[in-house]
């Protein structure tokens, strides 16, 4: 499927839209950086200025250019999911409980910070399975999802890889808050 400029502007409007003030603020640090290596190049090769503006523009830059990409194509992904994506239900394959709790030393004292992430794999057929998974906020919409139930998805017809749960849906089905299926 061939997208229309139009589209894919907008689409990617969307996508920086998503990540506020981010991009804004990673282009200030590099400007930040460079400032501070024509100002150690200008008093006589500063070492300190050079390092300090040679970090600060080296991280940026990584972030910038490693980091943002990827997260810009998801949110890209997801809104022509949204727009051109087609309806279909999915079965639950798999759930799981990932625990990344840890504990935390504050003055003298051992906090546990309790931390789960509810993972929930599916499968549909759009003329052959696929598969994914995604991830739910809340334990009472994990607990009410049982293996082999079907949930409700949106996939892309010329991409069927690309699918996500249709949460709002799923939250209605499950007679749950609109929140809890996030």
Same mark, same amino acid.
């Given at each position: 499927?061939? =997208?229309? =400029?139009?589209?894919?502007? *907008?689409?990617?409007?969307?996508?920086? *839209? %998503?990540?506020?003030? =981010?991009? &804004?603020?990673?282009?200030? +640090?590099?400007?930040?950086?460079?400032?501070?290596?024509?100002?150690?190049?200008?008093?006589?090769?500063? !070492?300190?200025?050079? $390092?300090?503006?040679?970090?600060?523009?080296?991280?940026?830059?990584?972030?910038?250019?490693?980091?943002?990409?990827?997260?810009? =194509?998801?949110?890209?992904? *997801?809104? $022509?999911?949204? %727009?051109?994506?087609?309806?279909?239900?999915?079965?639950?394959? %798999?759930?799981?409980? /990932?625990?990344?709790?840890? /504990?935390?030393?504050?003055?003298?004292?051992? #906090? *546990?910070?309790?931390? +789960?992430?509810?993972?929930? #794999?599916?499968?549909?057929?759009?003329?052959?399975? +696929?598969? @994914?998974?995604? !991830?739910?906020?809340?334990?009472?919409?994990?607990?009410?999802? /049982?293996?082999?139930?079907?949930? &409700?998805?949106?996939?892309?017809?010329?991409? &069927?890889?690309?699918?996500?749960?249709?949460?709002?849906?799923?939250? @209605?089905?499950?007679?749950?808050?609109?929140?809890?299926? @996030?």
């Amino acid at each position: 499927m061939k =997208l229309s =400029l139009s589209d894919r502007i *907008k689409f990617s409007i969307t996508a920086i *839209k %998503k990540h506020g003030l =981010l991009i &804004p603020m990673g282009l200030v +640090f590099l400007g930040i950086g460079c400032f501070l290596i024509i100002l150690g190049i200008k008093y006589d090769n500063n !070492i300190p200025l050079l $390092v300090t503006g040679s970090f600060v523009t080296l991280f940026m830059g990584f972030f910038l250019g490693y980091t943002m990409p990827s997260s810009l =194509l998801y949110y890209y992904e *997801k809104a $022509v999911i949204k %727009k051109y994506g087609s309806y279909t239900n999915a079965i639950i394959t %798999k759930k799981y409980i /990932e625990d990344q709790s840890y /504990e935390e030393c504050v003055d003298n004292r051992v #906090d *546990k910070i309790e931390l +789960f992430v509810y993972t929930i #794999d599916y499968k549909f057929n759009y003329h052959k399975d +696929f598969t @994914n998974s995604f !991830i739910v906020e809340h334990k009472a919409c994990f607990d009410k999802l /049982e293996i082999g139930s079907t949930i &409700p998805i949106k996939f892309l017809k010329h991409k &069927p890889q690309q699918s996500e749960p249709r949460r709002q849906k799923l939250c @209605n089905d499950l007679d749950l808050k609109r929140n809890q299926c @996030n």
